[in-house]
């Protein structure tokens, strides 16, 4: 599916004019739900209010940010029913949706035609992952490749490398979520992190540049622990932009913020998005990136 950019975003996505400090294109990473969705048996947090699909529209209005992609959320597992609901309304917004690996190709064709363009493994806080190797992983990667779209991947860092490794022998392309989620004590010399640097110079893997303030650790949002997650998300952004290059990054509020609401607000993650890619052309080229990830 290829979406037609209005003039606004063409204006700034063709001209790249590195003295103009523009909004970005794209937020790559949101969330929309009803308050009274399911929850799936492991689900880590609920929430007790709605974001829905106009409530997040008119906050990307309200700071000039044209697209937005909704991530499957996590606790609702495989109901994914409300995101393409919709997706199928609003042509500005993309998704990645959380499947079961049986999953058939007519009922990922159908995904396709609504606006999901992934499916996400939402894997963090998983004590034995799955197989990614097994008959039914492998059928499942097929159909994403076939499909032109791409593995969205939730998981602590230092769990990543064999993950990684599987994800790039079925050959799909991959996106990487929150940083690769390294070890807060380890930071750029965490495993999965250096798993991600080594997968990227082989060409089919993205990381977001998002959810900075989650970085203490899966279950930080309980309690207020020690460490300074700007800091480790600072040295970290500054890290991938010298060694991976903004195009194989992307930028997400993580807007609604579950678990921290309250605490973060869509200014912050505007302003860390300033931090971590200071020069307004490296930020413009993160809009070129996504823009052709996720809309092209």
């Known amino acids: 599916m290829t979406l037609h ?18 909004p970005p294109v794209v937020d790559c990473h949101a969330h929309i ?57 609003h042509k500005r917004l993309r998704g990645t949706a959380i499947v079961s690996p049986a999953t058939d190709r007519y ?7 609504d606006g999901i363009i992934g499916i996400r493994l939402q ?19 097929r159909r994403v490749r076939d499909l032109d779209w791409h593995v969205h991947v939730a998981i602590e ?29 380890l930071g750029v010399n965490c495993p999965g992190y250096k798993a991600i640097l080594s997968a990227a110079e082989r060409g089919n893997v993205w990381v977001k540049l998002s959810g900075g303030f989650r970085l203490l650790g899966t279950a930080a949002w309980r309690t207020d622990p020690d460490g300074d997650a700007d800091k480790i998300a600072d040295t970290i952004a500054n890290h991938l932009v010298a060694n991976m290059g903004t195009e194989r990054l992307l930028w997400g509020s993580d807007c609604p913020f579950v678990g921290y609401e309250g605490r973060i607000t869509f200014d912050y993650a505007l302003e860390r998005l300033r931090r971590w890619a200071p020069k307004p052309e490296d930020r413009w080229r993160l809009s070129q990136t996504a823009l052709k990830l996720y809309f092209g």
């Open 5 to 22: 950019v209005s003039t606004d975003a063409a204006a700034q996505t063709s001209t790249g004019d590195a003295h103009v400090d523009l």
């Open 33 to 89: 739900f009803q308050q009274d969705m399911p929850l799936s048996s492991n689900a880590w947090t609920r929430t007790d209010y709605s974001f829905t699909a106009d409530d997040y529209l008119a906050l990307l209005d309200e700071y000039g940010i044209h697209f937005g992609v909704i991530s499957g959320l996590s606790i609702s597992g495989f109901y994914n029913d409300y995101m393409i609901s919709e997706l199928r309304k």
């Open 107 to 113: 009922s990922l064709e159908r995904m396709n035609d």
């Open 123 to 141: 894997l963090a806080r998983m004590t034995e992952l799955p197989d990614f190797r097994s008959e039914e992983y492998n059928l499942l990667f």
């Open 157 to 185: 860092g230092p769990s990543l490398p064999p993950v990684l490794e599987a994800l790039e022998e079925s050959g799909v392309k991959v996106v990487i979520d929150h940083f690769g989620h390294p070890d807060p004590k």
